[in-house]
């Protein structure tokens, strides 16, 4: 099982590997050096959150239709080809919008979609497959190796890109990306060789898939659930949707090289794996509740920190910003994860698929709200730097609304279940 166990982590870090270039760099060169619309980056950013809602439709299309006798591995490979194909492409396309905006616009939004479409078809057929080889009991084992390769590739990723764009040009740019997209497909291939056999379990006896309708309405039932589900989305809304701006941001207010931005997506990785690590000793000690606090403060002071260092031009006071807001971030997932999992014994399956709804509706929101805003506060202002750091206290105080919620939440009303180990969490921040 161990073999298998790797091989299925290096099909996640393979697609996790697609995300970087788009969400670290290439947001960055679209908004800084092609000064293209930050909510139009923000709509293709967000390309496969919105396609989410499908991988219910698509898990359950393969369940019934094998390729060949297997009924997971194709659709991987197919998702792994549509993300490693919008990878390669995508650096071509956006490059046309300054001067062809027509058609630069319409590929782009081809080449996104192509990248979104990819990423939750192999998601959800790898989770599958995960669940299928390694059965209930190791399944959360499994996807806790699979999470940490996966954070391990996405630093190794972001190290590598600031490596190739040390002089940065759009050849440089092409280049970069199509080495990762080979990587990737690479990686992916080797993850794939002889995984699954002909005669792997159908799924038949595991619960139906649920669509989003059935798991909202089953979380909404519950009037507890209710308001924390509203409380996570903001939560998550506030901390996620920085995704988009904080590269074009750190390139705006202290003139960062594109390789040196890409870096803070190593510094992100390591930070939230030093808070998961945390976590598990934090709530040995405090009450999970008192943990998701100070998550959540530690990242609004990150947002403090990040807004306040472009306007007085300290990039200290930006990276400490940045570690600060890493370190929130892991510490109020994982925190809040273990939260919704004393709501209930019974009905795991439910919350932890409900989880999955309200993290991809806040980086959907998140991110829009994100680009939006700092579109229209640059444009009021006349100065682009405005519309960063205002976006960065909008969060701040989404997040500070979000600690008033949580102090509404009466956890003792929930029902305790066992706790989460190191790689339970890590499991079901994979959700």
């Not at 700092?374 to 997040?399: C, N, S």
Request: glycine share 10%; proline share 4%; aromatic share 8%.
């Amino acid at each position: 099982m161990l073999r298998k166990r790797i091989q299925l982590a290096l099909i996640h870090m393979a697609v996790a590997m697609t995300l970087v270039p788009i969400n670290s760099t290439l947001n960055r060169v679209m908004i800084k050096e092609l000064a293209i619309s930050a909510a139009l980056v923000a709509v293709l950013a967000s390309l496969p959150y919105i396609f989410s809602p499908i991988q219910v439709l698509i898990g359950s299309y393969s369940d019934r239709h094998p390729v060949f006798g297997r009924r997971r591995s194709p659709y991987i490979l197919l998702g792994l080809l549509l993300c490693a194909g919008g990878v390669a492409l995508a650096p071509q396309v956006v490059y046309l919008i300054p001067t062809q905006p027509a058609a630069g616009l319409l590929l782009s939004l081809l080449v996104f979609a192509c990248w979104g479409m990819g990423f939750n078809v192999a998601s959800v057929a790898y989770l599958s497959l995960a669940s299928e080889l390694s059965g209930e009991k190791g399944r959360s084992r499994t996807v806790g190796v699979m999470w940490f390769v996966m954070i391990a590739g996405i630093i190794v990723t972001a190290a590598g890109l600031s490596h190739l764009l040390r002089e940065y040009s759009p050849a440089a740019l092409k280049t970069a990306f199509e080495f990762v997209a080979l990587a990737a497909l690479g990686l992916g291939g080797l993850g794939l060789l002889a995984l699954e056999p002909p005669s792997a379990p159908t799924g038949a006896g595991a619960a139906p898939r649920k669509t989003w309708q059935v798991l909202i309405r089953g979380v909404l039932a519950n009037p507890e659930a209710r308001q924390f589900f509203v409380y996570l989305i903001i939560l998550l809304a506030a901390i996620l949707g920085q995704d988009v701006l904080l590269e074009p941001y750190a390139g705006e207010a202290f003139g960062l090289r594109v390789d040196q931005t890409t870096r803070i997506t190593s510094i992100w990785g390591g930070c939230v794996l030093a808070a998961l690590l945390a976590a598990s000793y934090l709530e040995s000690r405090l009450t999970k509740k008192r943990v998701a606090f100070f998550g959540a403060l530690g990242a609004i002071l990150g947002f403090a920190l990040i807004a306040a260092s472009g306007p007085a031009g300290m990039r200290g006071v930006f990276y400490a910003g940045v570690v600060l807001l890493g370190l929130g971030t892991g510490l109020s997932t994982v925190s809040n994860l273990s939260l919704m999992l004393d709501m209930t014994t019974a009905r795991v399956g439910l919350f932890i698929g409900a989880w999955g709804v309200a993290d991809a509706f806040a980086r959907l929101v998140g991110t829009l709200m994100a680009g939006v805003l700092r579109d229209g506060l640059a444009a009021l202002a006349g100065h682009a730097l405005t519309g960063y750091v205002g976006v960065f206290i909008v969060q701040a105080l989404l997040l500070a609304l979000s600690l008033v919620l949580l102090g509404r939440i009466d956890v003792s009303r929930f029902r305790q279940t066992a706790q989460p180990d190191l790689t339970e969490r890590a499991a079901l921040m994979s959700e």
